[in-house]
């Protein structure tokens, strides 16, 4: 969220081979995990998170099998999809349970959908900023190895989690992170104890560089042997190799970022907790706004109920009366309720800013 003329002071955030050898490779494949269960032999090197799905939807899936979307979701999947010819199912993420998926809920849409291929996760999610626990997460993975499905993880906001939070999913000391088995278009079959969980991360947030273009796909290991998993790697390798899209000199930088870096990801995420901070402290001076403090991530979605405008029309308000800048819910998928979906990203003064002319132009409507 930020206003015209406002003072700025964002980070630039957004919003080859398939290797770099042993020791950028190594480096990623910590990045990946915090941990040592994924060897570099596992990771796939991108040139986008956006090539990174289409390169796991094109390899999972057959023309006309469905992937599983969260709505609210960030947009851009659903062009991803449509160019893999694959059908987006979308499963509802609702303010009630903190925006985070329902295993029971996702065990019965996979029923439901039997060319359902592939699930995506996103943790933090973007725009709500909820976070999936490794206990979320061990049960989606058994409901989606019952049905066959690979569970994608996108990790992309990883970095950006605030205040006393669960680890996210697959840290050091989770160990059911670690049991992966299903494979690629359908697994090794229903039954499976658990789905094979593929990770999906980059330096663009990560290091708010978006110019240098860089991500990675990250393939847990099976505990059991998995001919299919195997395949699927061995499927995105040459998919890479033929696309060559991870230019050298971005892969060059990999142990340069990650060995120089780490303070500033620190700062970054210290200041960013900072105008997350400002941000909520503003909204809870409007009465009548419903949301649920983000756990992570760089949104906030923000519930104006009771109002005889949607949420477009009252963007537009926002823009022509106010020169306030905001993104309506619906662009996200939020149907269902009059949302606006807030960033944090901007100076601490725009932020207070902001606040005010909304709650300027909620008092004329």
């Excluded at 994924?38 to 899936?61: G, H, K, M, N, V």
């Amino acid at each position: 969220m930020y206003y015209a003329g406002g003072a700025g002071g964002g980070f630039g955030a957004s919003g080859g081979s398939a290797a770099v050898g042993a020791s950028g490779s190594g480096v990623v494949a910590q990045a990946a995990t915090r941990s040592g269960a994924i060897s570099p032999d596992d990771i796939i090197l991108t040139a986008s998170s956006s090539e990174s799905y289409r390169l796991l939807f094109d390899q999972l899936c057959e023309p006309g099998d469905s992937v599983l979307l969260p709505c609210p979701g960030y947009p851009l999947f659903e062009q991803l999809a449509a160019y893999s010819r694959v059908r987006p199912e979308f499963y509802q993420l609702h303010p009630e349970d903190g925006w985070l998926p329902d295993p029971a809920g996702l065990d019965a849409l996979m029923a439901s959908l039997p060319r359902a291929r592939a699930i995506v996760l996103i943790s933090p999610n973007n725009p709500s900023g909820a976070i999936i626990d490794d206990g979320h997460l061990a049960a989606i993975r058994t409901a989606a190895g019952q049905h066959g499905v690979v569970v994608i993880l996108d990790e992309v906001f990883r970095e950006f989690v605030y205040e006393p939070q669960p680890k996210p999913a697959g840290t050091a000391s989770s160990g059911s992170a670690h049991a992966g088995s299903a494979a690629a278009r359908g697994g090794n079959g229903a039954g499976s104890a658990s789905a094979l969980l593929v990770r999906i991360n980059g330096i663009s947030k990560m290091f708010a560089c978006p110019d240098i273009k860089l991500g990675w796909i990250a393939i847990e290991a099976a505990r059991t042997q998995s001919p299919a998993r195997d395949e699927l790697v061995q499927q995105l390798e040459i998919a890479a190799d033929v696309y060559l899209s991870a230019s050298g000199p971005a892969q060059h930088l990999v142990p340069a970022l990650f060995a120089e870096g780490m303070g500033f990801i620190a700062e970054m995420k210290a200041e960013l907790s900072r105008r997350r901070k400002v941000l909520l402290d503003e909204l809870a001076g409007l009465r009548g706004l419903a949301y649920v403090p983000p756990a992570g991530g760089i949104h906030c979605i923000v519930e104006i109920p009771g109002l005889a405008v949607d949420d477009e029309e009252l963007a537009v308000k926002l823009v022509r009366e106010e020169g306030l800048y905001v993104h309506p819910g619906y662009l996200y998928g939020i149907q269902d309720r009059t949302a606006l979906v807030l960033s944090f990203l901007s100076h601490p003064e725009d932020i207070r800013e902001g606040v005010a002319r909304l709650r300027r132009l909620l008092r004329r409507l």
